[in-house]
């Protein structure tokens, strides 16, 4: 063991903790950028860019596509649209699509899905509110 630490420099054995702090510095600001699967979904920025269009930014069913679609997206706000469908339907509906309604399990992950699900029914408890 001891013969095969001896041949390294004392000088780099002096700075090691140096370079600890370097490699420390350097990687942090990746840590941040490429977060992968670990990154936590944002629904409602999620929600804006992809479903407000045609449900409205609070859910009301009032995006401004909404008018053309056949049927035209529930408000959200209902309580009965709430409480008539489970978070699996919600889920399978957003991730397989409902007629005029597109299908989005190609580009959202299911952790992505369930936490707009989430969102969907928070923005039916927030509407309840005066
Ligand atoms: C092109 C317009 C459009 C877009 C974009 C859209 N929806 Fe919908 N959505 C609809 C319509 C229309 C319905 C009602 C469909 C029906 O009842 O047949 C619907 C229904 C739903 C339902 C109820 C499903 C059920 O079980 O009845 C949920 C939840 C939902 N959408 C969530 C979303 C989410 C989340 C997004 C964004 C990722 C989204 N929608 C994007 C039009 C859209």
Partial sequence: MSR???????????TWPLL?????????????????PAQQPDPKALFTKLCAVCHGQ??????????AL?????????????AARTDEQFTTAISAGKAP???????????????????VRALGRQAKKP
């Fill in 58 to 67: 609070t859910g009301g069913g009032d995006g401004p596509a909404a008018a």
């Fill in 101 to 119: 309604m597109p299908a989005f399990g190609k580009q959202l992950t299911l952790a992505e899905i369930r936490s707009l699900v989430a969102y």
């Fill in 4 to 14: 095969l630490c001896s041949p390294v420099p004392r000088r780099l054995r002096q």
């Fill in 20 to 36: 600890g702090v370097l490699v420390l510095g350097l990687g942090s600001p990746q840590r941040g950028t490429f977060r992968g």
């Fill in 70 to 82: 056949t049927p035209r997206p529930a408000s959200f706000a209902r309580p009965e649209f709430q």
